[in-house]
Nanobody
């Protein structure tokens, strides 16, 4: 499975960004896709994930601000990030999980700064 992410960048506090990640290759119909992030000096942490059946999971720190969605026909997951804060600054990694295996995208930088 290959993951191609896009949509990162620099945004001011309070602004919005939308991340996209398309999966290709041997896609299983039952899977979970989502986003993790890693800030400098910190461990990688879950941001949001969504199963192929629609179940979602969010980190408490992003609930009410970020929304995950997906298009199963396109094997693509999206992360709409609103009301961004400086503490959201990190490299965001797309993740695909099926059976017992995680696959990771290359990472996209999100910087929230004035």
């Amino acid at each position: 499975v290959q993951l191609q992410a896009s949509g990162g960048g620099l945004v001011q506090p309070g602004g919005s960004l939308r991340l996209s990640c398309a999966a290709s290759g041997s896609i299983f119909s039952i899977n979970r896709m989502g986003w993790y992030r890693q800030a400098p000096g910190k461990q990688r942490e879950l941001v949001a994930t969504m199963s192929s059946s629609g179940g979602t999971n969010y980190a408490n720190s992003v609930k009410g601000r970020f929304t995950i969605s997906r298009d199963n026909a396109k094997n693509t997951v999206y992360l709409q990030m609103n009301s961004l804060k400086p503490e959201d600054t990190a490299v965001y990694y797309c993740n695909y999980f099926a059976l017992t295996t995680h696959y990771w995208g290359q990472g996209t930088q999100v910087t929230v700064s004035s």
